[in-house]
């Protein structure tokens, strides 16, 4: 057993004190779940139409009032006859009277773009205000609404990849409690914003510090669960993460107004900062210490697990050693904090390529799941039905991951999830034009299922085989169908995780080795990207 573990075991094992703090950090996630489901709310487009101009239209017509005025004014569309969002219509010019008496209304000649801004009706996410109506971001302007939802991913990835960085060098607790102040200035910031530009500004800086926020908490959760109980947790934090979601509809259609959903989510995440700034609610991770020779700070923690759970600190017994005697020969010699670089990971033989593995299989999970919305938009015309069955989804793979993922492992589920996801996309991809609507909603429903499997699955496999932080590259709205099939290929190379610890450094990492998928079928990895003599001198073994 490594010496961090057995630290870990003298303090109480997973005692009450370590439970209450993992089952405590649930109630962050609602409120997490709460700022990341807003992206959809803020962007989403509203049913609008040109406001008629009586100036434009010929004498006879500018008397009209309402419905008479929008068909006098503006052209219908297609076979349904909607009336068109960006135009008005065009009519000639009046040709001088010849004699008196009432004037026939011409005919209009076309069309023309819109000259008196629009009228909105109210928006399909509930809000009578959104930053979408109140700069007009539709028509020719509607290219700005992806260049939010872009600012917003990317810098989501920028955190997760910066501020995953820095909860290697400065600790969990540190990073979070950061996160959330920077969180909930920008949120404040965002309610007082009076320009589309700083709002992209401030929604780039807000992705990423929501990523480093939930990152920081995924790990302090996970580091502080023994491997009985990682997925449970994990399984259970997602689903308070999916009730936030659920909530933010109803409190938008309470609200009404943007500016006062983001304020609302600002004072959430000062909340939040209050409950999570004190120590005793959120201390940093022992794991984390222990594993970069803190040993001075773990013990203050370590020592109230152990009393927490009943344990004396200083009690040996026969079998074991008591906390006091296990930290003191951890901090033998007086060892220094050691801090690992991103880039030790191109020195491991194992570790780089079970992290290439599950960005591939993050990406494909994140990121085809635009392609099942997509094909989702069609069958269903209303903003809240692809919410709510999204959200029912995610919560759905949840359950499916808790009842299976301790049972069959890590990779036969993820192997699963992977087929189901690139089966469905490939059915879509050559089909969706033959298939009656039914079947591509169900198809849909069923790529929208696996992935999100996949996702929540990647990211805690990623968690549980990797010695830092979990840097899977979400790049969501871009489609990787073929991906599918690789990542299917590459799964098969993952080591096992199941109820095994979690490797404290780089060495315990890479000692992580392939296990054979079927049970009973014993046999050396040979780890196909090394060379057989490479692979020798990695020292595999037999597991």
């Not at 006091?324 to 194992?350: D, F, I, N």
Request: glycine share 8%; with cysteine.
């Amino acid at each position: 057993m490594e010496p961090e573990a057995r630290v870990l075991r003298a303090a109480g094992g997973f005692g009450r004190a370590r439970r209450l703090l993992a089952a405590a950090s649930w109630v962050p996630c609602v409120v997490l779940g709460l700022a990341l489901s807003s992206e959809a709310l803020l962007t989403a487009q509203p049913a609008h139409h040109c406001r008629p101009d009586p100036a434009l239209l010929p004498p006879a017509l500018r008397a009209l009032r309402g419905q008479a005025l929008l068909d006098a004014a503006i052209p219908r569309l297609g076979p349904t006859r909607v009336q068109s969002p960006c135009l008005l219509l065009r009519y000639p010019e009046p040709a001088p009277r010849a004699r008196r008496g009432p004037r026939p209304a011409p005919a209009p000649n076309g069309t023309r773009p819109c000259t008196r801004g629009w009228l909105y009706a109210l928006p399909a996410a509930g809000l009578l205000r959104s930053p979408v109506t109140q700069w007009n971001l539709v028509c020719r302007d509607s290219w700005k609404v992806p260049l939010e939802q872009l600012s917003h991913l990317l810098g989501w990835l920028l955190g997760c990849v910066i501020l995953g960085a820095g909860c290697d060098r400065f600790g969990r607790r540190t990073v979070f409690v950061a996160s959330l102040v920077l969180s909930t200035a920008l949120g404040a910031g965002e309610a007082l914003v009076t320009s589309f530009p700083t709002l992209l500004v401030l929604r780039l800086v807000h992705g990423g510090t929501l990523a480093g926020a939930l990152l920081a908490l995924y790990l302090a959760r996970l580091e502080l669960c023994d491997p009985p109980h990682r997925l449970a947790f994990s399984m259970g934090a997602g689903l308070f993460s999916v009730a936030g979601t659920l909530l933010l509809p109803g409190l938008a259609v309470l609200v009404q107004d943007w500016r006062l959903l983001q304020g609302l989510g600002a004072l959430m995440s000062g909340l939040l900062l209050l409950f999570c700034g004190f120590p005793a609610l959120f201390p940093e991770s022992p794991c984390w210490l222990l594993a970069t020779g803190q040993v001075a700070r773990a013990r203050k923690i370590l020592w109230h697990f152990a009393e927490a759970s009943g344990v004396d600190p200083e009690d040996s017994s026969l079998e074991e050693n008591s906390l006091a005697t296990e930290l003191a020969m951890l901090s033998a010699g007086s060892p220094q904090p050691r801090y690992h670089s991103p880039l030790g990971l191109l020195h491991t033989q194992v570790t780089w390529r079970n992290g290439l593995i599950l960005s591939f299989s993050s990406l494909v999970g994140g990121g085809i799941r635009a392609s099942f919305l997509r094909s989702l938009a069609p069958q269903v015309l209303t903003f809240y039905l692809p919410y709510f069955l999204e959200a029912g989804l995610e919560a759905a793979a949840l359950l499916f991951l808790l009842l299976t993922a301790d049972r069959w492992g890590r990779r036969p589920v993820l192997l699963l999830g992977t087929m189901a996801t690139g089966l469905a996309s490939l059915l879509l991809l050559a089909g969706a034009q033959y298939l009656p609507g039914w079947t591509v909603l169900s198809v849909s429903v069923l790529g929208l299922l696996a992935s999100q499997a996949v996702s929540a699955l990647s990211s805690l496999f990623a968690a549980e085989v990797f010695p830092t932080v979990i840097r899977a590259f979400f790049l969501q709205h871009v489609v990787f169908t073929s991906l599918a099939v690789l990542t299917l290929l590459c799964v098969l190379l993952l080591p096992e995780s199941r109820s095994r610890g979690l490797p404290q450094s780089l060495q315990d990492a890479d000692r992580l080795r392939r296990s054979p998928l079927l049970r009973g079928c014993s046999r050396q990895d040979h780890l196909p990207l090394l060379s057989p003599s490479d692979a020798c001198r990695a020292g595999h073994t037999l597991e």
